[in-house]
């Protein structure tokens, strides 16, 4: 949906560039520029979008959120977590460091998870340090439609 509204925006403006450019009495440089740019921006625009479309939050999920997915990347450096935050009532995509403790309770949360209970889990600050205090499992399934991969 949203890569044919910008598909469709990209040609209404090329359109309108190209009768501004027409009909300006602007000197010959500055028309044949316009035209090549405007096509170039667009484009540029475009890759960027696909680009940050799917990108992960990098930082830890606020408040209570409800456990869906989670993996290590970038060489064990990285944790990336899919989960359902309830603030938002939506699935998010977050990217934090790497700690063994979060990794072994996130765990422990996909096990449970696989059995078919919801894991609801907070972070807290510990310091300086972010923790996982809290992985419950609950039964809660409220606003919630994620399928579970």
Known sequence: ???????????????????????????????IVALPYTIVMAAAMLALIIQLAGAPIDQFPEGKWDYVFH????????????????QHKDTRLYRFAYSRDTMKKLNQAK?????????????????????????NGTSENKDRNVIKP
């Open 111 to 135: 096990q449970k998870g696989r059995k078919g209970i919801n894991v609801v889990g907070k972070f807290s600050m510990d310091g300086k340090v972010r923790r996982l205090d809290t992985m």
């Open 1 to 31: 949906m949203l890569l044919e509204f910008i598909i469709g925006g990209s040609v209404i403006l090329f359109v309108i560039m190209a009768i501004l450019v027409y009909y300006s009495r602007a000197m010959s440089i500055f028309k």
């Open 71 to 86: 993996k290590a990347e970038q060489q064990g450096k990285v944790i990336v977590l899919w989960a359902w935050v309830r």
